[in-house]
């Protein structure tokens, strides 16, 4: 089938490819010249045969609000669109609630499997209503990894960014245990091989995954992290499923905690424990470290 798809960055870029690779018809556009199929949105949906389908793979926020309200002015009834990107689910519900009274449909796809996803299939979380969702199953078969596992709609509009958001929270809590487990082996006079340590852990155990695949490489290429400062940032979706999380009351322990543990590897100097040291100072006249600077 016919795509029209909005951003062709490194997932873009190799989303277009597998879909191809797959025998569907993409027609692409990036603000990027060197690798866009077309000059302008307006362009790429002439491009395309009614009734239409349009995957936007832009950054969240003004970029993608931007973007759907253009192809609102641009496609017909009957057509669909399809957000892609890192979006907040509750954006999901005014972008197609700007679309629906011109009769195009709204699907929003929650995507993971980064730079890997064009050999291994990407994982798509959807939202919407099963008649939209259906238009655009094609493409969805094709970007999932063969297969059972890896593709789900999740429910109306927003679920699937709201699943995918959820998916991203759980990434961090896994990413920080790894990363105190790899802290403690090297802290550790008992062990002396710390990557071959995590790399045992790769095949028959219980904490097996693609991230710790990932981390294995990542040490294969410099075992002390050397050339890395310890410095995370973080792209927004952790903080929301923790505020999700306060809304509804539900504990995340382990996910609000590598989410503060990110916040503080920001900080060159901790006005928190700097605090804590006063204290102590203060109610038992516990020595303090002085400030190098004073």
Same mark, same amino acid.
């Given at each position: 089938?016919?795509? #029209? =798809?909005?951003?062709?960055?490194?997932? #873009?870029?190799?989303?277009?490819?597998? /879909?191809?690779?797959?025998?569907?018809?993409?027609?692409?556009?990036?603000?990027?010249?060197?690798?866009?199929?077309?000059?302008?949105?307006?362009?790429?949906?002439?491009?395309?045969?009614?009734?239409?389908?349009?995957?936007?793979?832009?950054?969240? #926020?003004?970029?993608?609000?931007?973007?759907?309200?253009?192809?609102?002015?641009?496609?017909?009834?009957?057509? *669909?669109?399809?957000?892609?990107?890192?979006?907040?689910?509750?954006?999901?519900?005014?972008?197609?609630?700007? /679309?629906?009274?011109?009769?195009?449909?709204?699907?929003?796809?929650?995507?993971? $499997?980064? *730079?890997?996803?064009?050999?291994?299939?990407?994982?798509?979380?959807?939202? $919407?209503?099963?008649?939209?969702?259906?238009?655009?199953?094609? !493409?969805?078969?094709?970007?999932?990894?063969?297969?059972?596992?890896?593709?789900?709609?999740?429910?109306?509009?927003?679920?699937?960014?709201?699943?995918?958001?959820?998916?991203?929270?759980?990434?961090?809590?896994?990413?920080? @245990?790894?990363?105190? $487990?790899?802290? /403690?082996?090297?802290?550790?006079?008992?062990?002396?091989? *710390?990557?071959?340590?995590?790399?045992?852990?790769?095949?028959?155990?219980?904490?097996?995954?693609?991230?710790?695949? /990932?981390?294995?490489?990542?040490?294969?290429?410099?075992?002390?992290?050397?050339?890395? @400062?310890?410095?995370?940032?973080?792209?927004?979706?952790?903080?929301?499923?923790?505020?999700?999380?306060?809304?509804?009351? *539900?504990?995340?322990?382990? !996910?609000?905690?590598? =989410?503060?543990?990110?916040? $503080?590897?920001?900080?060159?100097?901790?006005?928190?424990?700097? @605090?804590?040291?006063?204290?102590?100072?203060?109610?038992? #006249?516990?020595?303090?470290?002085?400030?190098?600077?004073?």
């Amino acid at each position: 089938m016919q795509l #029209g =798809l909005i951003g062709l960055g490194k997932m #873009g870029g190799n989303m277009r490819e597998r /879909l191809r690779r797959a025998g569907h018809d993409v027609v692409g556009y990036d603000r990027n010249p060197d690798v866009a199929d077309v000059a302008s949105l307006a362009e790429l949906v002439e491009r395309l045969d009614a009734p239409r389908v349009v995957w936007v793979m832009v950054p969240a #926020g003004d970029a993608t609000r931007q973007t759907v309200e253009e192809l609102g002015e641009l496609l017909s009834e009957g057509d *669909v669109v399809v957000d892609g990107g890192n979006s907040r689910f509750t954006d999901d519900k005014v972008h197609a609630e700007k /679309l629906a009274p011109k009769g195009i449909g709204y699907v929003d796809c929650g995507v993971s $499997g980064g *730079v890997w996803g064009l050999q291994n299939g990407y994982a798509l979380m959807v939202g $919407g209503s099963a008649e939209h969702v259906a238009k655009a199953q094609p !493409i969805f078969d094709a970007l999932k990894p063969e297969g059972e596992f890896g593709f789900v709609h999740a429910g109306g509009v927003g679920a699937g960014h709201y699943t995918k958001m959820v998916h991203n929270g759980i990434e961090y809590g896994m990413m920080q @245990a790894y990363a105190e $487990g790899f802290e /403690l082996l090297e802290a550790s006079e008992i062990v002396d091989d *710390v990557p071959g340590a995590i790399k045992s852990w790769r095949k028959g155990t219980v904490i097996q995954s693609w991230l710790l695949d /990932l981390l294995d490489r990542a040490l294969d290429d410099d075992p002390k992290l050397a050339k890395i @400062a310890g410095y995370a940032a973080d792209s927004g979706e952790g903080r929301w499923t923790v505020e999700e999380a306060i809304r509804l009351g *539900v504990p995340l322990n382990v !996910i609000s905690a590598s =989410l503060f543990a990110r916040f $503080g590897s920001r900080q060159e100097e901790s006005p928190t424990m700097k @605090a804590v040291a006063a204290l102590r100072h203060q109610f038992g #006249g516990h020595a303090v470290k002085e400030d190098a600077d004073g």
